[in-house]
């Protein structure tokens, strides 16, 4: 298997921009999670999904920010508009879900993001 | 909720040192635990985890980990770091919730000089 895959790796945006963040979980893993990662803050969840569905959205900072999950094999983190405070390195994991009694973690490799 | 400390925030040390990274959990109820390392400029990559059994838990590069329930514990050991070693280890522990979220601590950054 491939692993997590993010996309882009880095990017690099004006202030006011949108942008939109790409993620494919591993396949048969039914859990997603999307981190933003800070030296200010650390590793914060944003927002997480089980069966395509979010569960809870109480990390993801302000409206600018939305998650969507459209299918089990992609999901898609947009930030409108950006500012200069959401350079980071946002990450997806995946898991098996509920049922499996497994809650290993796997995470891609990132996306650094960079607002001017 | 669950919540994880990790009360060393840098550590530093020699080559051949020995190593333990604490770690604490609040959930008192059936929890798995895992220790997470991050290269610089890499991703998580799990380094060990706990989920039932022998509370002493082996992982990759000669990590280990104990899990005490009583104290609420899940501390990192290596008995000789490596320079490779060189790091940012995180905690991480299941909380209430089935559905698979990790509660993580605020990370262990460990500087090892040759």
């Known amino acids: 298997d491939a692993g997590v895959i993010q996309s882009p790796r880095h990017e690099v945006t004006e202030m006011g921009q949108e942008v939109t963040l790409r993620c494919k979980p591993i396949s048969g893993h039914n859990s997603l999670f999307w981190y933003r990662q800070t030296m200010m803050r650390g590793l914060e969840l944003l927002i997480y999904?089980?069966?395509?569905?979010?569960?809870?959205d109480s990390g993801m900072p302000e409206d600018r920010f939305s998650a969507k999950m459209p299918n089990a094999s992609f999901s898609t983190l947009k930030i409108q508009p950006s500012e200069p405070r959401d350079s980071a390195v946002y990450f997806c994991?995946?898991?098996?879900?509920?049922?499996?009694?497994?809650?290993?973690?796997?995470f891609g490799p990132g996306t650094r993001l960079t607002v001017t | 909720a669950q919540s994880v400390s990790q009360h060393n925030h840098h550590v530093i040390l020699s080559e051949a040192a020995s190593l333990e990274l604490g770690c604490n959990y609040s959930?008192?109820?059936?929890?798995?635990l895992f220790w997470y390392v991050q290269y610089p400029g890499q991703h998580l990559q799990l380094l060990l985890k706990?989920?039932?059994?022998?509370?002493l838990v082996k992982g990759i590069k000669g990590f280990e980990a104990e899990f005490i329930k009583s104290k609420f514990s899940f501390n990192l050991r290596k008995p000789s770091v490596q320079w490779s070693d060189t790091a940012e280890y995180f905690c991480a522990v299941t909380g209430g919730s089935t559905l698979g979220r990790l509660y993580f601590g605020r990370g262990t950054q460990l500087t090892v000089w040759p």
């Open positions: 706990y989920f039932s059994g022998d509370p």
């Open positions: 999904f089980n069966n395509n569905v979010p569960i809870d």
């Open positions: 994991a995946s898991s098996y879900g509920p049922g499996r009694g497994q809650s290993e973690q796997y």
């Open positions: 959930y008192g109820g059936t929890v798995n």
